[in-house]
């Protein structure tokens, strides 16, 4: 269900805020930006009857939801900047949330929530508008006349 992908985005994007407010686990904060959007862009893709596929590369899954609605591609610099905060867990030696120029620092840490609250805006907007839209073709529908 396409709300479920909505409901756990959300829960990211929460943990993300607590997580940078305490200051102390920015790598953490910033995978939860980068799963937060990565939930975003597979809600999307449910919504437009698409199959969810099971990665996490951000880029991959913007052009997939980019086959249904263009307009996503106003999330590509976000989801490139967000893509590099997602490092598989299966890895004992990996540090969540960092690269090889180290773990993110408060600012670089403030910037991924913003890039999360931008994905967020631009999908409940986007969300809006469908519901609108139904709403319109179902009141033009020839069964209501």
Request: with cysteine; glycine share 6%; hydrophobic share 35%.
């Amino acid at each position: 269900m396409t709300h479920d992908w909505w409901w756990f985005a959300n829960e990211d994007m929460e943990t993300a805020r607590v997580l940078l407010e305490e200051g102390e686990h920015l790598a953490g904060a910033t995978f939860h930006c980068q799963q937060a959007v990565e939930k975003m862009l597979k809600g999307a893709l449910k919504a437009g009857g698409m199959e969810v596929p099971k990665i996490h590369d951000l880029m991959w899954l913007l052009r997939l939801c980019e086959k249904t609605d263009p307009g996503c591609g106003a999330l590509k610099d976000a989801c490139h900047t967000l893509n590099k905060y997602y490092v598989p867990v299966r890895y004992p030696d990996a540090i969540i949330g960092s690269g090889p120029w180290g773990p993110p620092d408060q600012p670089e840490a403030q910037e991924a929530l913003r890039l999360a609250d931008e994905a967020w805006r631009f999908f409940q907007e986007r969300r809006r508008t469908q519901v609108r839209e139904r709403r319109v073709s179902y009141r033009r529908s020839p069964a209501r006349r």
